[in-house]
Nanobody
Framework: QVQLVESGGGLVQPGGSLRLSCAAS????????MGWYRQAPGKQRELVATITSGGTTNYADSVKGRFTISRDNAKNTVYLQMNILEPEDTAVYYC????????????????WGQGTQVTVSS
């Protein structure tokens, strides 16, 4: 199985910054991609940003230019640098890892972290 440990959430004023981290551990053969999703109260979970093992990134339009996703493949860790935070960014942020567990398999599965609260408020 895969365990994801998230850190870095908290309370920040509008215009401020936060950095989220997520470390994956367990019996992992290869991580295909990692990313961050978020869910605000009363809303569906939505994609924030993803990054492949090769470094290709994808962002939601609402965070482009403000958030940066990066990855340390050696540590199986993904980061989300969030700048110029807005009240609309308030949500629980979930780490996602798409991984292959066995060398003989080509099938990957999604794994999720517990979530970390980000609150943007004055």
């Amino acid at each position: 199985q895969v365990q994801l440990v998230e850190s870095g959430g908290g309370l920040v004023q509008p215009g401020g910054s936060l950095r989220l981290s997520c470390a994956a551990s367990g019996s992992i053969w290869r991580i295909v991609h990692m990313g961050w999703y978020r869910q605000a109260p009363g809303k569906q979970r939505e994609l924030v940003a993803t990054i492949t093992s090769g470094g290709t990134t994808n962002y939601a339009d609402s965070v482009k230019g403000r958030f940066t996703i990066s990855r340390d493949n050696a540590k199986n860790t993904v980061y989300l640098q969030m700048n110029i935070l807005e009240p609309e960014d308030t949500a629980v942020y979930y780490c996602n890892c798409n991984a292959i567990l066995h060398y003989w398999s080509s099938v990957s599965s999604d794994y999720w972290g517990q979530g970390t609260q980000v609150t943007v408020s004055s």
